[in-house]
Each structure stands twice: as structure tokens, then as C-alpha cells.
């Protein structure tokens, strides 16, 4: 399970004068259980890669905390991150390298040894329709290529939690179905906790079992998404996000 409780997080831009402080995050708050498929949605600039990156360790919040699996993500930054499989916005494969090549190393990093890292990642091939492509260096791949083999890396060490950024950006229609029944395969054979960031709709009413609604920095909602229809008073979900994110005008 991921708790998430009043994370809050600023940058600061420019020098001298031209210095200004940016409130990415604000308050944001949400629980993602085990077994189950958490939304986070938000209009662009609302918070929600930064409170991922947070989620992950990767930034440490100005406020707030943050617990994987009950590890307090602030203190415990690395025995938090041997329970995250994480994969961002920027894939970061190296092109180099085999597909089987980056996720084996990747695996040996989290402490797999040669033989249980090249299990893994046969075994991720598998499931995740890579096999053809195992031998092949990374650099010419598709974007739908490149995401499989990044989600594989981000998986090569069985994590518990998995937290993905926007993964269906740039993906064709078969790399997204194939992308959301892997995603269904982790929650409902594995139990794994994912939370996932997007912009589509569509995924939302098709993957998610639990919503987070981010807007300003902040929380402004959280449900099921019959729970956010009825509360919104409409019938389309998109119609009841954009009422949610930006006020009730909007969504008319």
C-alpha cells in the first residue's frame, strides 16, 4: 500500500531579481491499496509527475510524508526503493544495449544475481510479448518496443509497487491494449499495488480502480469512478474531471 499525506514541494527559478518560487505541489494526499489500480489525473502543471517523482524517491517533499509498503519513503529512501518498480517519463534505455541486456543489468543493480536476473527477464518477456525482440539493441526501437522493455527493467526485481508516468504517451492503439493487460495480469494474478498518471480518459474508466484528481497542487477529489460521477452529477467522466479540475463551468 502507498500513503501519501500532505506532500507539498517547491523549485526555485532564476537568480536575483528574476528569482521566483514555483509551488509545484501543494497538498496532495491519497491512498493506493494493494491489488488494485490507482489513477492519478490532473490537467498539465497540476502536480502529478513531481508528487510521482516524490513517490519514488527521487525528489525529497518539502513537507509532507509518503509511505511504500509501510517505509517511510524520506527516511528509508532505498529499502522504499527496493519495494517501487518505477517507470518515468524519459524511458532511459540504453541503446547499446539488448533488450534482454538493460534489464539484466538493471536487475543485477537491485541485487539479483546473473542467473535469477536472467530468469526474470525471460520471464517478463513472456508475459510482456518481448521474446522476439530480446537480442535486438535498443536503439531503433518503436516507442511501444521501448516502453515494454522499460516497464520489464522496471520490473526485473518482483516489485510490490509499481508506479508509471503517462506510460501510454506516444504508444499506437496495439501497444496500449497490450500495455493495459499486463498492467490488469499485475493487479489480478501478482496483487500489485500501481498507481499510474495519465490524461486519458478512457484508461481511467477501463484500468482504474480507484481516481485521484490533482489540480493546483492539490488533492481536490478521490473515488471510484462511479463515485465521481455521482458526485459531479454527470454521466460522461470526462465531463465530470473537467468539472472537477476547473470548476463546473467548464464542464458545460
Excluded: W
Excluded at 525482440?133 to 516497464?151: C, D, P, V
Excluded at 518482483?158 to 496495439?174: A, F, K, R, W
Amino acid at each position: 500500500m502507498i500513503v501519501v499525506q500532505g506532500l507539498a514541494r517547491q523549485f526555485v527559478q532564476g537568480r536575483g531579481r528574476s528569482r521566483r518560487v514555483l509551488a509545484a505541489v501543494r497538498s496532495v494526499g491519497f491512498s493506493a491499496a494493494d491489488g488494485c489500480i490507482t489513477g492519478l489525473l490532473g490537467p498539465n502543471g497540476a502536480g502529478k509527475t513531481t508528487t510521482l517523482r516524490m513517490v519514488a524517491g527521487l525528489l525529497v517533499p518539502d513537507a509532507g510524508t509518503i509511505q511504500v509498503a509501510g517505509v517511510d519513503v524520506v527516511a528509508q529512501p532505498q529499502r522504499a526503493q527496493a519495494r517501487l518498480g518505477v517507470l518515468s517519463d524519459a524511458r532511459g534505455l540504453y541503446p547499446r544495449l539488448t533488450a534482454r541486456e538493460n534489464i539484466v543489468y538493471y536487475g543485477r543493480l537491485h541485487g539479483l544475481d546473473e542467473a535469477a536476473a536472467q530468469d526474470r527477464a525471460e520471464t517478463l518477456a513472456r508475459m510482456l510479448e518481448l521474446v522476439p525482440l530480446l537480442e535486438r539493441r535498443t536503439e531503433g526501437f518503436s516507442q511501444g518496443e521501448r516502453m515494454k522493455t522499460a516497464l520489464a527493467r522496471a520490473l526485473v526485481h518482483d516489485p510490490s509497487h509499481i508506479i508509471l508516468d503517462e506510460p501510454t504517451n506516444g504508444l499506437d492503439v496495439l501497444a496500449t491494449r497490450s500495455l493495459r493487460e499486463a498492467l490488469r495480469r499485475l493487479r489480478d494474478e501478482q496483487g500489485k499495488c500501481i498507481v499510474f498518471s495519465t490524461h486519458i480518459m478512457q484508461e481511467v474508466e477501463r484500468l482504474c480502480d480507484q481516481v485521484v484528481v490533482v489540480a493546483g497542487g492539490r488533492t481536490v477529489a478521490e473515488g471510484t469512478v462511479p463515485e465521481l460521477l455521482a458526485r459531479t452529477g454527470q454521466t460522461d467522466f470526462e465531463a465530470g474531471f473537467v468539472q472537477l479540475a476547473f470548476g463546473a463551468a467548464a464542464a458545460r
